[in-house]
């Protein structure tokens, strides 16, 4: 089944504590990007890379981190989580450039940091 | 950027009901999805509809994007289709996909 999976689906932890959230796809899609969705924002954009070692930032960088090292996975790294990151998590993955194609869009992830 | 607005924000239906949810947006686009967020928080790709009418069972949709809008049609509403419609799309050599602020349905048996 064509899916891009995120894990894991919920997560609390500390201040400061380094996570990494994963996404992978099993679509050979080279576009691939994070979401971030909060009560009255809406759903912005962190980064996104348009193929293996390319990535770019987002609307809302500041904090995260990611890596294509492979064109299946593009984790989201956050180095020092501060609770201002509490929000619900998105990866998105397209086939070429996005342009002419539809995004698929992971479960999400539930991160609260105390 | 490119801007989406839609409407109605929330819409209230008894179950049966047929309902039409609006999307405008500010320039030409390439790419235009219309996603259900379940009460779940999960994201449900519904159509992808640069241009043209497609169905899926009760649901279709409309985009004229000479008009710069488009439309999603919910027929004989079941409580199943409760949730956040977002309108998305993108436009020009933007890759970022924008989103609009969504449409909360509640259906009611």
Redesign the interface.
């Known amino acids: 089944e064509a899916q891009v999976t995120q894990n894991p689906r919920y997560l609390i932890t500390v201040t400061g504590k380094k996570l990494t959230v994963t996404c992978s796809q099993n679509m050979n899609h080279e576009y691939m990007s994070w979401y971030r969705q909060d009560p009255g924002l809406g759903l912005r954009q962190i980064y996104y890379s348009m193929n293996v070692e390319v990535t770019d930032k987002g609307d809302v960088p500041e904090g995260y981190k990611v890596s294509r090292k492979e064109k299946r996975n593009f984790p989201l790294i956050l180095e020092s989580p501060s609770p201002n990151q509490t929000s619900l998590y998105f990866c998105a993955s397209s086939s070429g450039e996005g342009a002419f194609y539809g995004y698929t869009f992971g479960s999400g992830t539930r991160l609260t940091v105390v | 950027g490119i801007q989406v607005e839609q409407s109605p924000p929330d819409l209230i239906l008894q179950e049966g009901a047929n309902s039409t949810l609006r999307c405008n947006f500010s320039d030409s686009v ?2 235009l ?1 219309w ?1 259900h967020q379940n009460p779940w ?3 449900i ?1 519904l159509f ?1 509809i ?1 241009s043209g009418t497609k169905q899926n069972g009760r649901l279709s949709a409309t985009t004229v994007a000479t008009e710069r809008y488009s439309l999603l049609y919910i027929s004989s509403s079941q409580t199943t289709d409760s949730g956040v419609y ?1 309108c ?1 799309l ?1 436009g020009g050599n933007d ?3 924008s ?4 449409t909360t349905v509640t259906v009611r048996a």
Do not use: T
């Open positions: 390439n790419n999805q996603f928080g999960q994201l790709n992808y640069p977002f998305a993108r890759y970022k996909l989103f609009g602020a969504g």
